[in-house]
């Protein structure tokens, strides 16, 4: 009897899964305008507005889930979710071990931004933050690295003179410029632009992805959706 | 939540600020407080039926549970509950999910482990793919009370066994000397009269309780200092009411909420002393008998 | 390179010496236990000084609650409330805005001369302070609650043998209190040791990659994107320094507790009463 209730119990649950499971996207809702929560206590941005649009094209169902960025990619491989759209920059680390879809965004610019625009770059305290590829480029390039929990907090280093310049995402920092901060230097370039980070398994995922986003591409929607987020500075495809 | 609401950049002063406390967005930093007290709520009772049981296994008569025991309350005391709380939640849903998959799923040819990635079939996915977004907090909210548990339950048990050695012995040897059996002896001699030893160290469990909610966040939750930190960030001219860094506001108001909850515990916490300490063989008890007298 | 060279590269990191670039790739266990262990060295330094300076503050502190004059006693009371009242890291980020906003690098002393503060918003300085005010704190309650559960009797034998003021404190009630207030004194500073993991977590920022052991395990974590050889790294590393504390306080123990019959005396039981 027992064993009969439990295979009910399992073809019910069966007949679940069969009716498409949908697709769980991580995602970190702090990084403007790639995802932030809006004042509707809601997940919105870039990533999010394109994620939906792509599902839709890929026939998926999508939900976004936040996580914190610390253990987003362990929470990947645990199976918490299925994908991460979090600005996740393609970089060979991240490669290593986990698979990326197609990037959706050119390689992104990062930029120095201080208060004075003839800040040395290469020798001052730059804050950024930990366990960012920013962090990385600053630490390896010699200067002073200063590392923040947030990009809030290391913007705000240089607001009160903690540290001479931040290092971060162009596109971050746009949002974040004015009284007195500006952004100065040469852009450096960063990563393999950014593309949805996926378990390597699940190569099926990865196709629909694939798919979708090169049809955004070729119509022309994905450089429209990016132009409408990040104000015209931005590279087309 | 007001109708004038409606167009917010055309706002000011007071009507601005009554329109940006109401937004549906603060309303999940209200809910959020919520959310920990109903933590707090459930999580210290789970805690002490931790404590309970690794109070008991480390007086056990037989050596491996004694041990089991003692291992418990060494161990996770010696490691910052921050630590703890950054790879055990992992760890403690796959270990769930292993143990479904094992049960579910016995014909499932390819290894779990595959390099980094943890794959069980999908019948054993916990909570199901497909379930609604509430099931995944809940299920996330329970997983959040079982490792406040098994954190605070090794340092209650700590307390509990501190008290159960502390009761008189001239109290345990009366109820022998009545013929009561151990059993009989733990359950109506022992653990009634611990409970007022315990309390100094149990009311301060539940203060250091409240004041690791923070860490809640870690554990996947989004509480009040998620809230805090994500609605006090600047606000660019992007959001409906944008701002400068009011972290400061908010924290401040957080502090307020902490050491409200902590005055209120105290008082409440020195009544249950008083209660309890009455007919006991203590100081206390005594003061207490003479003063009805 | 081998372990050994890993050790003799990266065991002072964290206080700036040695081989400055991270390992990047090819993470072995050794790098992991070399680096988080050089990380511990602050952890190390946070809590011993912390320990050090707190243990006179709270002694005062105990004092001034046991008081019987209003101005001495109101503020040790609210100092003691608001500091074991709120989370540690609402502390850290107020002492931290504090120091970079209000303090700003320098203070004008009425136009007298400048003290320069910028120092002070440096994880060694702002966190270790913040630490000391917090475990401050925490012992005043431990070292008050020990001041009033002295022995009556004790005190009526110092007024019989005419020892008063000064001395009665110095001979009879110090050394009570620090025997009555020991065990949970030592449950403290175990706690204070697990509180340094969170100065670079979520309090100051870390300087030039050096951290303690848990910025160390985080940045593996973050390069090897897994998070169960980090962690129980830092866990195994503290469990051990939780063991060395406990045999430490508990010779200090043994010696307050030398004068009482053998049988009487209070084995270090690690009650954790009055703790964070």
Redesign the interface.
């Known amino acids: 009897m027992k064993k009969l209730l439990l295979a009910t119990a399992l073809t019910a649950f069966g007949a679940g899964i069969a009716a498409a499971d949908p697709v769980r996207i991580g995602t970190e809702g702090a990084y403007e305008p790639y995802n932030l929560i809006n004042d509707k206590g809601e997940l919105d941005g870039f990533e999010i507005v394109l994620g939906n649009e792509l599902c839709k094209r890929a026939g998926l169902e999508c939900i976004f889930v936040k996580n914190d960025w610390d253990s987003i990619i362990p929470n990947l491989q645990s199976g918490n979710y299925d994908a991460i759209m979090a600005g996740m920059s393609i970089t060979d680390e991240r490669r290593e071990k986990i698979a990326f879809s197609e990037n959706y965004t050119q390689p992104s610019p990062s930029s120095y931004a201080a208060m004075s625009p003839d800040t040395p770059i290469d020798s001052g305290v730059i804050a950024a933050q930990v366990g960012t590829i920013q962090a990385a480029h600053v630490a390896a390039s010699g200067a002073q690295l200063l590392e923040f929990a947030t990009p809030d907090e290391a913007v705000a280093a240089v607001r009160n003179g903690q540290a001479a310049a931040v290092m971060a995402d162009e596109d971050f920092l746009l949002t974040q410029v004015g009284d007195g901060l500006e952004i100065f230097g040469e852009d450096v370039l960063l990563g393999d632009g950014i593309g949805i980070g996926l378990r390597k398994s699940d190569t099926e995922l990865k196709a629909k992805f694939d798919a979708a986003i090169q049809s955004m591409k070729a119509d022309g929607s994905l450089n429209k959706l990016t132009d409408e987020w990040f104000a015209g500075n931005y590279t087309p495809f | 939540m007001f109708e004038y609401c409606a167009e ?1 950049k055309t706002l000011e002063g007071l009507t601005w600020l009554s329109c940006y406390l109401t ?3 603060h ?2 930093f209200y809910y959020s407080f919520i959310t920990v007290m109903a933590l707090l709520v459930v999580a210290a009772p789970a805690a002490l039926a931790f404590g309970f049981g690794g109070a008991m296994a480390s007086r056990s008569h037989f050596a491996p549970v004694r041990w089991l025991g003692k291992l418990y309350t ?2 996770v ?8 709380f ?2 055990f939640v ?2 403690l ?2 270990g769930l ?1 292993w143990l479904t998959h094992q049960i ?1 799923c016995p014909d499932w040819t390819e290894p779990v482990r ?7 079939c ?2 054993a ?1 916990v909570p ?3 379930a609604s ?1 509430f099931v ?1 907090q809940a299920y996330a909210f329970a997983l959040a009370v079982l490792t406040f548990a098994i954190v605070f339950g090794a ?1 209650a048990a ?2 509990l066994k ?1 008290a159960m050695d502390a009761v008189p012995r001239a109290q345990i040897e009366t109820a022998e000397a009545y013929g009561m059996s151990p059993r009989q002896t733990f359950r109506r001699i022992l653990v009634p009269q611990m409970w007022t030893y315990a309390l ?2 149990l009311s ?2 539940w ?2 309780l409240i ?4 860490l809640l ?2 554990l ?1 939750i ?1 509480d009040v ?1 998620y809230w805090a ?2 609605m006090g ?2 606000k ?1 001219a ?4 944008p701002h400068g ?1 009011w ?2 506001y908010y ?1 401040l108001a ?2 307020v909420f ?2 409200t909850l ?2 209120v515990s105290e008082i409440a916490l020195s009544r249950l002393s008083r209660r309890l300490s009455h007919g006991q063989a203590t100081r206390a008890g005594e003061t207490l008998r003479k003063d009805a007298a | 390179m081998t372990c050994w060279e890993t050790v003799q590269a990266y065991w002072l990191r964290s206080l700036g010496f040695g081989q400055n670039a991270l390992p990047t790739t090819d993470i072995t266990l050794c790098d992991q236990f070399v680096l988080i262990g050089s990380g511990m060295l602050w952890n190390l330094y946070f809590g011993l000084l912390a320990l050090a300076l707190g243990f006179c503050f709270a002694i005062a502190l105990a004092l001034a609650k046991a008081s019987h004059r209003k101005w001495l006693r109101k503020p040790a009371e609210w100092y003691i409330f608001i500091f074991r009242g709120s989370p540690l890291f609402i502390q850290f980020f107020l002492v931290y805005f504090f120091i970079t906003t209000v303090l700003r690098g320098s203070v004008d002393v009425f136009g007298l001369f400048t003290i320069p503060t910028a120092w002070m918003a440096s994880a060694w300085a702002g966190a270790a302070f913040t630490l000391f005010l917090n475990t401050s704190a925490y012992s005043a309650e431990i070292f008050y609650g020990a001041l009033m559960t002295v022995p009556r009797g004790d005190l009526e034998a110092a007024d019989a043998y005419g020892i008063t003021g000064r001395d009665r404190f110095f001979r009879i009630e110090w050394p009570t209190m620090l025997r009555l207030g020991w065990p949970a004194y030592t449950n403290e500073a175990i706690f204070l040791f697990h509180a340094t993991t969170l100065v670079f977590f979520s309090g100051f920022p870390a300087f030039q990659q050096r951290g303690d052991a848990l910025y160390y395990a985080n940045y593996f974590a973050d390069k090897t994107f897994n998070p169960f050889i980090s962690y129980p790294i830092v866990a195994f590393y503290f469990i051990i320094l939780t063991l060395c504390l406990i045999g430490l306080f508990g010779l200090i123990n043994q010696r307050l507790n030398r004068h009482l019959p053998s049988h009487q005396k209070r084995r270090i039981r690690l009650r954790p009463q009055l703790i964070r």
Not at chain 2, 114 to 120: A, H, I, K
Not at chain 2, 238 to 241: E, L, N
């Open positions: 917010p937004t549906p967005k309303m999940e060494a161990m005391r010696g490691i910052p509950d921050i630590v703890f950054l790879f992992i760890a849903d796959q999910e579910r595959q390099g980094l990635e943890f794959r069980v999908p019948a996915k199901p793919n497909n977004p995944h340092f700590n307390v501190g100094p160290g301060n469990l203060l250091i004041k690791a909610t923070p966040f870690l996947g989004q200092v930190r994500e960030a600047s660019s992007r959001f409906d009411y860094d972290r400061l924290f957080l502090l902490y050491l902590t005055r």
